[in-house]
């Protein structure tokens, strides 16, 4: 059986398109559909009151970006450079010279802080351990307990293969909606997906879209028609979530903060990349469980992708040497397109920027999530090392 790295690298091989792709794996492919209305329910997310944490957060319309041309060497990530760079932009976004005060301006020692990683492409082309560690190591030297961390994503099961385990991380929660028991089943002894008790159905993104999954696919999906539920994790469990992605592409496209958790906080998202990939990006986190909660977003642009993306595609990976961080999940996007756009066009992969790929930015600013405008977002940069 193929590994899901040899997967990928199999698709790139023989030049395999997401629109054949094997529907268990459908959600780590974007595609980009024609314009059409599809009813949702975004108006019920619009109806809670905005809060003092809600999207764009504390830093509207800025972004830090940092950039060490020696953090990696030989596929190796230098675990100092990094802790310099994850300092460095949490200084430059906040304006402190501490950074336990820079960490403490979203975090408190009393909250539960979900680090959402994305761990698709396992080793290749995920969250690093190295950014998750600095993360970790300057939380915990702010004063948040080891137990008060958690990391998660979507599947859980492929948090390993990412790098996320127990060993690597003791004392750390590492968790997820879909999951596994030991003997690598869904399903308990009365033939219930375990996902089902992960999931919470007082919030959900309903949608006119449907789509029937097979056997194969449904644990992937834990449930099919109009509605797509919100993790627990999410709406229960946490109290603050720091959104980590990875800088890269999807088509003309990204998939950093907003893709990553819209995508991944809710269930029955294999429907969604038909019709709505845009507008589930922007109207998902419209949701008070992400809205309210995701205080940060740190993109690791160490190493990423300029094309084959989100799967890791070896032709296609680059290291950009970089580290984004923001409150505001939109402004953060909007540069981290600028990033990649610069590259796709100096590769002779796209000519021009392409409206269609900002589509779901645009529509987030219009939620009021943040700010979509190049030309209005204050973008500092820092070369260091």
Known sequence: MLTRRSFFKLLAAIGITSTVVPANLRDHFSSFPADEKTATNIADALKYARVATSMPGKFPGKVSQVIHNKCVSNDVFDQQAVDDMVKSAMLGLTGKKDVSEAWLSFVSPNEIIGLKVNPVAGKELSTSVEIVRSIISQLKAAGIPEKNIVIWDRREFELPEAGFTKEAFPGIKITGTECKDEKGSFYDADGK????????????YKAACTDKYDAETLPYMINEGEYSYFSRIVTKEVDKIINIPILKNAGSSITLCLKNLAFGAITNTGRLHKTLWHETCAEVCAFPPLRDKVVLNIVDGIKGCFNGGPGANPQFITYFNTVLA????????RVGYDIILKKRIAENIQKEDSAKGKKFMELAAGFGLGE????????TKDVIG
């Open 193 to 204: 997906l375990y996902g089902e008790a992960r999931i919470d159905k007082e919030w959900y």
């Open 326 to 333: 923001g409150s505001d999940p939109v402004a953060v996007d």
């Open 372 to 379: 979509a405008n190049l030309d209005k977002i204050q973008w």
